[in-house]
């Protein structure tokens, strides 16, 4: 297993699609903060409250200048049907190929089952990586606390 991406360091670049087809790629969103969330898979039961409770909190992240994105290793069609049907108003990036490809380079692909695990990095302006959560997959994860820390991080 790779190490995790720690507080401190620079994000790893990547350039993946997201629900839509678009590219998305992370240095292009330099100037405001940029929260990753992978997660193992959509349409699951815990991704699918996350996200949710993520979609509900995303005008506090937005008001705070924040840009979500949430990364997983299924294809873009069924991160569109999925994002459509849930109503995400933030971008749903495919890590399917090189399959977890970002994923490991972050540190978080559990390299067995071939998903991501729930690992969340919050990146500042210029790139460099300023809070991370890890979770175990069958729990959902604090979005009231990556709302804190976006405060936080904006002072």
Same mark, same amino acid.
Request: with cysteine.
């Given at each position: ?18 629900? +839509?087809?678009?590219?998305? =790629? ?10 990753? =969330? ?17 979609? *509900? ?10 840009? =979500?994105?949430? =990364?997983?290793? *299924?294809? %873009?069609?069924?991160?569109? %049907? ?23 380079? +972050?540190?978080?692909? *559990? ?12 990146? *500042? ?20 606390? +990556? ?9």
């Amino acid at each position: 297993m790779t190490d995790t991406v720690s507080v401190g360091a620079r994000a790893p670049e990547f350039s993946l699609r997201d629900q +839509y087809g678009q590219d998305t =790629v992370l240095s292009a969103l330099r100037g405001g903060p940029v929260l990753v =969330v992978f997660y193992p898979l959509a349409f699951s039961g815990v991704c699918s409250g996350e996200l949710a409770d993520l979609r *509900d909190h995303h005008d506090e992240l937005r008001d705070l200048g924040v840009t =979500v994105l949430a =990364v997983s290793v *299924d294809s %873009t069609f069924a991160l569109r %049907t999925w994002s459509v049907r849930e109503g995400f108003p933030f971008a749903l990036l495919s890590d399917f190929w090189p399959h977890g490809g970002v994923a490991r380079e +972050y540190g978080v692909l *559990d390299e067995g089952r071939g998903v991501a695990r729930r690992g969340t990095f919050l990146i *500042d302006a210029e790139g460099v990586v300023r809070w991370t959560a890890h979770t175990a997959v069958d729990r959902p994860r604090d979005v009231e606390e +990556y709302v804190a820390q976006a405060r936080h991080l904006a002072g």
